[in-house]
């Protein structure tokens, strides 16, 4: 049976990792279902197309990427076209270039096809049969399975080549273990080499592989637990080079060594002279650290070592001694609570943050009281806060967070003056915005080498500098002037900046640097028009109200 559909939705999709450019593939999908729709008379109203990878799951699909070089208009990804389909939708079927542009998975494109069927929206293809019957289904199904046959197959092959790489010492990527360095080599594949790429294996840091080894002997010889490591450690950072920071320990603060770090080092096998891959599973909902059956090792040192394999092994020899120490049963000393006591209820729980180190803080509750306090000092040490410049107890009462949090939400979101007080803010802002414009402005005008300072030298003393009735100065304003009573206004599209080619015309004023009290001109386009080649004052403007210019606190709404 035909379709007997006119208006179709275009989909398309270019996945991250393909080696193809989004502004040709995309219009060339288009061209071939418009093609494809020729025949028929059908005609596309409305594109959605992304720039993702066809694997994800269906939950994540639809936010796209940047695509600002595609010429083909997008109307949404994958989920504003299913929530056009479901809601009031101009088109009547999807046509996309080929099946596997839905989606490489087969289970994830029968389930877009079935929303869309529920919907009496159809879906063709324009390498298949413009048709709903048995063969064109049994056709699409035929293809569906060697997309995901085909992916899953490159999967493979390309994990294999991975694990074969290890095997052979290479580095596979990301950051280098504490205590090595790249050694960089030749890359056996000369289409690569040609292209300037390398393969680097491991190499002993004469610096910090030392470190590393002491680190070993004082947590497995010597008996020092990790905060006895890094109190050692954090008080001499010179001496014992934190290592470097990765995107989820990032913070304003000086690096330091911490217990995750330490933790995460003396389990590292590579430090044996061994080569070892697959450690890690990222994929979500698993297991961070994989069953060491699973890791892949070569089968020889293919580096220099840094520590010995035995001493490597008693790493977790111990890790799993202080486990059952932990898990072991205590003698009751003392009277002791029979059964589960229910947790206590924190209603920031998660939100609040530490300003220094931007970490979530945790719940604490202490006479009676609700307090969050930061973990800096339980993950890092005493002496890695001290070396940080991070406080060595840090907290805040909960009932403190939320009167403040309480008192803005009846003000600001729920209060009868809110309004009033957003306009305030926003004029506030941009007098502000302007002001430092305008100081950038006249900073950069000076620093140019293009224009070089006009104006006329300081007048001395006993020297009356002249002035324009007609366009006076917005510094030669008198004393007892009243000052500007309006915001600093945005210049309108209409208004030009003086040409600069030209050369600058000679001021009235003395070229000195404006007063710290003079009050803001009220019209933008007069400041742009008349630099100043002085140097602007670097102390901060006044504190002003939007409204009156002066710096008397801002009036109350109700006078506005």
Known sequence: MTAPTRAFAFYGRVSTDDAQDPSLSIPRQLTACERALEPGGGEIVTCFWDIESGRKALAERGHGADGSAVKVPRDGGLRDLLHAA????????????????????????????????????????????????????????????????????????????????????????????????????????????????????????????????????????HGLGLGELCDKLNSNLERYPPPRRNRKDDMPLPPTWSRSQLWSLLRNPKYTGYNVWGRHDKRRGRPFMRPREQWVWSPTPVHEPIVA????????????????????????????????????????????????????MEGSHQKGNNWYRCQF?????????????????????????????????????????????????????????????DTDLERLRCKRPSAPCTARPCASKNTTTPTTPSSPSPNSASPNSAPAATPPSRPSPTSKLPDRSAPAPKRSRPCSPPSPTSAPSSSATSRLSSPSCSTPSTSPPPTTSPTNGSNSPPPSPQSW
């Not at 996309?96 to 087969?106: G, N």
């Not at 064109?136 to 490159?154: H, P």
């Not at 009846?410 to 004029?427: K, W």
């Open 86 to 221: 479901t809601n009031g939708r101009s088109f009547d079927a999807v046509i996309v270039e080929s099946i596997d542009r839905l989606s490489r998975m087969t289970a994830d494109a029968t389930s877009i096809e079935r929303q869309l069927e529920d919907h009496d929206v159809g879906l063709f293809a324009a390498d298949e049969p413009m048709s709903t019957g048995a063969t064109a289904v049994l056709t699409r199904r035929v293809k569906q399975g060697v997309a995901e046959w085909y992916v899953r197959d490159l999967v493979e092959r390309s994990r294999r080549g991975m694990e074969e790489s290890a095997r052979q010492g290479w580095h596979m990527g990301g950051l280098v273990a504490y205590g090595y360095q790249l050694e960089e080599h030749p890359h056996p594949n000369p289409q690569k080499a040609r292209e300037g790429k390398k393969k680097h294996r491991l190499l002993p840091d004469p610096l910090r592989a030392p470190i590393v080894q002491m680190i070993f002997e004082d947590y497995c010889l």
């Open 309 to 360: 394999r035995e001493l490597f092994e008693r790493v977790e020899d111990r890790a799993h001694t202080n486990e059952h120490r932990a898990k072991a049963p205590l003698p009751k000393a003392y009277r002791q609570r029979n059964g589960k006591r229910n947790g206590r209820l924190y209603a920031l729980r998660g939100r609040v943050r530490c300003g220094l180190c931007g970490r979530r």
């Open 377 to 437: 000092v339980s993950r890092r040490g005493v002496a890695g806060a001290d070396a940080a410049g991070h406080p060595r107890v840090l907290g805040i009462k909960e009932d403190i967070i939320l009167e403040h949090t309480l008192d803005f939400l009846a003000r600001r979101i729920f209060g009868p003056e809110r309004l009033a007080l957003l306009r305030h803010e926003l004029a506030h802002a941009v007098a502000t915005a302007w002001t430092q414009h």
